[in-house]
């Protein structure tokens, strides 16, 4: 069975300040997720990762993957409040999508 | 290119009414999925389909819950006698393809959030 574990589950921090947000998945994936939700609306998609290595980037936010770890990061550069949401990362299993729990992150003026 | 919809976006029953719940994909997209958010929760995976076909329904209740995706209108998620555990926000998602060149990133609707009474 295909376990997602995200770490941390909250977050609060400053503006300005960089922080990372850790997915570990249990079995072999060539797909990784990245979502966001804001309270009460549906998921933003962010970055699709596909192979090992990859990075993307958009904006203050870069994601990473590293499939021989079975890790992708989340990095928040010189955060902003307008941040502030609740961050999926997802892995594509036999057919859907395995969830993390999601990290709150509150970003603090 | 309107996105994924779903109706209702509420949806208020008391125990042991039905409640049906619709998703219109993505023009040009031929796969749905559905799943479950509870509070303070990632989501929960329910079922993949196809038009007319049930792929996987690996993460649906056993009892009360099914769903369809008729070759004409939207994909329905059903369920049965609703109890105050099945509140919840239900998401739909649609994607184009699920193998082959290009990604398969699924697009969520908005969420129909039900609340058992």
């Known amino acids: 069975e295909l376990k997602v574990e995200q770490n941390p589950l909250f977050l609060s921090m400053q503006e300005g300040k960089n922080y990372t947000i850790y997915c570990n998945y249990s079995t072999t994936s060539d797909r990784l997720y990245w979502y966001r939700q804001d309270p009460g609306k549906s998921l933003e998609s962010l970055f699709v990762?596909?192979?090992?290595?990859a990075v993307k980037q958009e904006g203050r936010l870069m994601a990473s993957l590293d499939t021989k770890a079975r890790l992708s990061t989340l990095h928040i550069t010189a955060a902003v409040h307008d941040l502030s949401a609740t961050y999926f990362c997802a892995v594509r299993g036999a057919d859907g999508l395995t969830f993390g729990k999601g990290t709150h992150l509150i970003i603090q003026p | 290119n309107a996105g994924v919809m779903q109706n209702p976006r509420h949806l208020v029953r008391r125990r042991g009414q039905e409640a049906r719940l619709r998703c219109s994909p993505m023009k040009g997209h031929s796969h749905v999925y559905w799943y479950r958010q509870l509070p303070e929760e990632g989501l929960k995976f329910m079922v993949y389909?196809?038009?007319?076909?049930?792929?996987?329904e690996s993460g649906m209740p056993k009892e009360r819950f099914s769903a369809e995706f008729p070759k004409e209108g939207p994909s329905i998620l059903r369920i049965q006698q609703v109890v105050r555990g099945d509140s919840a926000a239900y998401f739909c998602a649609s994607s184009p393809q699920v193998q082959g060149v290009g990604t398969d990133t699924q697009y969520f609707g908005p969420g129909t959030r039900l609340t058992v009474l």
């Open positions: 990762l596909l192979s090992n290595g």
């Open positions: 389909l196809q038009k007319e076909n049930i792929i996987d």
